[in-house]
T-cell receptor, first 111, second 111 residues
């Protein structure tokens, strides 16, 4: 998976609790992305980063926040998880703003 | 109209046949085109990228791009059961820092 790890790989949580997912890369790529994948919707961009402390919203950013304090780490936080955020979350990296390589994914279930 | 459209399938082909996967896109300014393969429960894996009109071959895979028709396709020759997966088409507009994905076509190769 191109030097990308995601943690945790699986998580079950309850509605209303905060959740943080971590993406870690060893490729020193500038761009990092968080997607969610749901049946019938494909991959949808949540947030992305184009450098340390530089982030922007994607198409489904409501209810999510991100932070990138180091090149190698990109954190996705659900401040108060809801059942609609049950999904598979993928992190991706890119050296330029073009070809993306994906991490192994995190399966999140919100009860 | 979706930005990137794919037939969801499943597309069933016999082993050894040619599988043809198609994708159309709506933004004429798109410049980069990608095909990803995703096995069930796994993350997307880059197969091919194509930037210019015409064909690009890599082993059993050929990507075809026609910008005038806003159409990109992936041919898989000598299809194998191990090719059974969902194939995602992705399109990028340089400088926009994000890639748009189709919802994928499920391919089944029948032994």
């Amino acid at each position: 998976d191109a030097g990308i790890t995601q943690s945790p790989r699986h998580k079950v949580t309850e509605t209303g609790t905060p959740v943080t997912l971590r993406c870690h890369q060893t490729e020193n790529h500038r761009y990092m992305y968080w997607y969610r994948q749901d049946p019938g919707h494909g991959l949808r961009l949540i947030h992305y980063s184009y450098g340390v402390k530089d982030t922007d919203k994607g198409e489904v950013s409501d209810g999510y926040s991100v932070s990138r304090s180091k090149t190698e780490d990109f954190l996705l936080t659900l401040e108060s998880a809801t059942s609609s955020q049950t999904s598979v979350y993928f992190c991706a990296i890119s050296e330029t703003d073009d070809t993306q390589y994906f991490g192994p994914g995190t399966r999140l279930t919100v009860l | 109209q979706k930005e990137v459209e794919q037939n969801s399938g499943p597309l069933s082909v016999p082993e050894g046949a040619i599988a043809s996967l198609n994708c159309t896109y709506s933004d004429r300014g798109s410049q980069s085109f990608f095909w990803y393969r995703q096995y069930s429960g796994k993350s997307p894996e880059l197969i091919m990228s194509i930037y210019s009109n015409g064909d690009k071959e890599d082993g059993r895979f050929t990507a075809q791009l026609n910008k005038a028709s806003q159409y990109v396709s992936l041919l898989i020759r000598d299809s194998q059961p191990s090719d059974s997966a969902t194939y995602l088409c992705a399109v990028n507009k340089k400088g926009y820092q994000k890639v748009t994905f189709g919802t994928g076509t499920k391919l089944q190769v029948i032994p």
